[in-house]
């Protein structure tokens, strides 16, 4: 097995939205992405829905020649620091190719992107049981958020407006 290649995704490009489309359902399928899989209606929206949002950034990472994982992202703002972040919202690694580089060349690239727009950091989400990502965030440098420990952690939060 080669080297993962991370390009940018294209939503534009037929080739890359059925990639897009198939990976983040395979994510959706699995336990930690909530084991469903994407609704239909989402598999025909999702991509025409995402070309309208101008703060989103993705990536595809490829290993010989297929696309075997995906990152999806949002550009936000620190008002602690005045300066713009990116947020991770969705990494995706084919269950075939999990522990070849995928996830850190994925993680390592959209830090790249970030550090060129001037971002002050990357954020992102993970369910606290899933052990293998808390590992690979580590040793991607991630830390869990925390302003005075004496605080304690941040938590992630919802409340959901749609069924």
């Known amino acids: 097995m080669s080297v993962p290649h991370v390009i940018p995704l294209d ?16 994510y959706a399928r699995d336990p930690m992405g909530g084991g469903s ?13 995402l070309r309208l949002v101008p703060h989103f950034y993705g990536a595809l990472a490829f290993i010989d020649g297929k696309a075997a994982g995906l990152i999806n992202c949002f550009f936000g703002f620190s008002t602690f620091v005045g300066a713009p972040l990116l947020n991770v919202h969705d990494i995706v690694v084919h269950a075939d190719v999990r522990g070849s580089g995928v996830g850190q060349a994925l993680l390592a690239h959209v830090e790249n992107v970030a550090s060129q727009r001037g971002c002050c950091k990357l954020t992102l989400e993970v369910l606290s049981n899933n052990h293998t990502a808390l590992k690979a965030y580590e040793r991607a440098g991630f830390k869990p958020y925390v302003l005075d420990p004496a605080a304690g952690q941040a938590l992630f939060l919802q409340k959901k407006l749609l069924p």
């Open 11 to 26: 939503l534009a490009c037929p080739d890359h939205a059925e990639a897009f489309i198939r990976l983040l359902d395979h």
């Open 37 to 49: 899989g994407l609704t239909e209606e989402v598999k025909a929206t999702l991509v025409e829905q």
